[in-house]
């Protein structure tokens, strides 16, 4: 079984800054897509940003220039760097591993943006 372990989330008031990270297996980080998705109450998991093997990035619209996701190879990591939060960005955040057919998840971080 691959295994995803998420960590960094919490409460944070409007305009604060958390950092989220997802650790994985060397042999899935090195060459999948890695992505973090949020889902808030009610709504559907949504895409927030991706990252290559190589380094590439994509972002979503609603996060850009707020968010940004970086990978770290030594540490088989991602993070996730979240600032100026808003309220809508409040949500329980998945990490993603990506590759043709195969997808696996993280068991997801509460992410609460409140004053």
């Known amino acids: 079984q691959v295994r995803l372990v998420e960590s960094g989330g919490g409460l944070v008031q409007p305009g604060g800054s958390l950092r989220l990270s997802c650790a994985a297996p060397?042999?899935?980080?090195?060459?999948?897509?890695m992505g973090w998705y949020r889902q808030a109450p009610g709504k559907g998991r949504e895409l927030v940003a991706a990252?290559?093997?190589?380094?590439?990035?994509n972002y979503e619209d609603f996060v850009k220039g707020r968010f940004t996701i970086s990978r770290d190879n030594a540490k088989n990591t991602v993070y996730l760097q979240m600032n100026s939060l808003k309220p809508e960005d409040a949500a329980v955040y998945y990490c993603?591993?990506?590759?043709?057919?195969?997808?696996?998840w993280g068991q997801g971080t509460q992410v609460t943006v409140s004053s």
């Open positions: 993603n591993a990506a590759r043709g057919v195969w997808s696996y």
């Open positions: 060397g042999s899935i980080f090195s060459i999948y897509v």
């Open positions: 990252i290559t093997s190589t380094g590439s990035t």
